[in-house]
């Protein structure tokens, strides 16, 4: 029989929190790089900030996914 990884709604389980983790390194990390990429490159922070409320959105609209998905 194959173990049920899906956590109650409301809640994370440990398996939650390894998909998101990884969905962070596949998703948000590269939102990152360019931002970070940009900063080097001398673009001002004036103008950059968007990139930083993206991955912001993505990560918690992954996490706050996972969280209210239930049985």
């Known amino acids: ?5 899906q956590s109650p709604k409301n809640s994370l389980n440990k398996e939650d929190l390894k998909k ?3 969905n962070f390194i596949k998703f948000v ?6 931002f970070f990429s ?4 001398g673009v001002g922070f004036d ?7 993206l991955a912001t959105y993505q990560s918690l609209a992954d996490l706050f996914g ?6």
């Open 66 to 71: 996972k969280f209210t998905d239930g049985k």
């Open 47 to 53: 103008k950059v900030w968007p990139v930083v409320v």
């Open 20 to 22: 998101w983790g990884l």
């Open 29 to 34: 990390a590269p939102t990152l790089v360019i």
């Open 38 to 41: 940009l900063l080097a490159q």
């Open 1 to 5: 029989m194959a173990k049920d990884t």
